[in-house]
């Protein structure tokens, strides 16, 4: 069966002190609950070791929001995806649309990023989505489709396991115009398919897809509530720990 999850995208917020403060409000918030979904916080990379030493690893996995396209080595300013599994990172957010459209980041490099990940032993959270124009133009699609083929598909089943998904229609990331439940579960329940087509129906099945784009307190459960929702990738919404902990809560 496939996970439920939340996960935090903190983007480039917080200093080191404020991140940790954030890490241990989230982890208090969660103590004696008994969590419907996994819980992902993804910190800068400077983060990541500290937070890791702050919070209940069996409540909360950390994640970084991007890794190099190469292995080590002269590189100035990278960050490699060893580097980040050395932290106790257990993922990558990769492909986020901010990486593609401000760091050029084409499906070429979101390949190699998404195999060395994997080859260090981290999951990857894979971001896809439209921006307006193209969901105007009615070619959503075919967009969403050619992201996933062009950056996954040759991975092996197997590979494709440590894969999970998240929809985030450009449009909805940050402006605060969240996709109705009904588009969103339009494109989940297409993203599904297109992932059944080529590794097969159970495959599809175990694949995890969350939802981006404005998820809050106020939209997430009738956001999850669709049978191919598994859950969000939350900007603004994580970095204050009471909302974060609603959305949490939006499986309960
Ligand atoms: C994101 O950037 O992954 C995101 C979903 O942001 P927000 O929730 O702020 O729209």
């Known amino acids: 069966m496939r ?3 939340v996960a935090g995208n903190w983007k480039m917020n917080k200093t080191l002190d ?3 403060a954030l890490a241990k409000d ?5 103590k004696g609950t008994d969590l419907k979904c996994d819980v992902i916080l993804g910190t800068p990379f400077i983060h990541l070791a500290s937070v890791a030493k702050v919070v209940d690893p069996s409540k909360i996995a950390i994640s970084a929001q991007n890794c190099a396209d190469k292995e080590a080595g ?5 960050v490699s995806a060893a580097m980040v599994k050395s932290t106790g990172a257990s993922y990558v957010i990769l492909g986020h649309s901010e990486r593609r459209a401000y760091y050029h980041e084409t499906p070429e490099i979101l390949k190699t990023k998404v195999q060395l990940a994997l080859k260090n032993g981290l999951k990857v959270i894979f971001c896809v989505g439209e921006v307006l124009e193209e969901r105007e133009q009615g070619v959503y699609f075919d967009v969403v489709k050619a992201q996933i083929e062009s ?26 115009k969240t996709a109705t439940p009904a588009q969103a579960q339009e494109m989940h329940a297409f993203i599904r398919k297109t992932v059944a087509d080529k590794y097969g129906a ?6 995890t897809i969350l939802y981006g784009g404005s998820a809050n ?13 598994d859950g969000g990738l939350i900007g603004g919404a994580s970095l204050k720990p009471n909302d974060f ?7 309960n």
């Open 3 to 5: 996970k439920n999850i």
């Open 217 to 229: 307190p106020g939209n997430a459960k009738e956001l999850f509530a669709n049978p191919d929702v």
């Open 18 to 20: 404020e991140g940790l």
């Open 245 to 251: 902990k609603a959305v949490i809560d939006a499986f």
């Open 151 to 176: 950056s996954l598909f040759e991975l092996t089943a197997d590979e494709f396991a440590h894969i999970v998904l998240a929809y985030e229609p450009v449009w909805a990331i940050g402006t605060g």
């Open 26 to 30: 989230v982890n208090e918030l969660l």
């Open 202 to 207: 159970e495959v599809a099945d175990n694949t």
């Open 74 to 78: 002269a590189y100035t300013g990278e």
